[in-house]
């Protein structure tokens, strides 16, 4: 939780999110099948990591560990929802 709060997984890249925190995700929960990505709650989109995270295998934290995490903590959960682009 305090990792998420201090945004050390990074924020959401997308502009109309305005620097959301982001949870990491897997795309499979078999190894060496992909990295991990990172998950934004405001915008509900999953996004490739640039940081130090990048060669993490997704696995690691599994296809649910946000969805997860937001039922643990609904406090977290962003207010307003996401704005479309137009």
Not at 18 to 41: N, W
């Amino acid at each position: 939780r305090e990792k998420y709060l201090r945004g050390c997984f990074g924020a959401c890249p997308r502009v109309l999110c305005e620097r959301q925190h982001v949870l990491p995700v897997g795309t499979s929960e078999d190894l060496r099948v992909g990295r991990v990505k990172v998950y934004c709650a405001k915008c509900e989109l999953q996004y490739t990591v640039r940081s130090k995270y990048a060669d993490i295998d997704g696995s690691f934290f599994g296809t649910s560990f946000p969805h997860i995490y937001m039922l643990t903590y609904p406090t977290q959960l962003p207010l307003d929802p996401p704005r479309p682009f137009v």
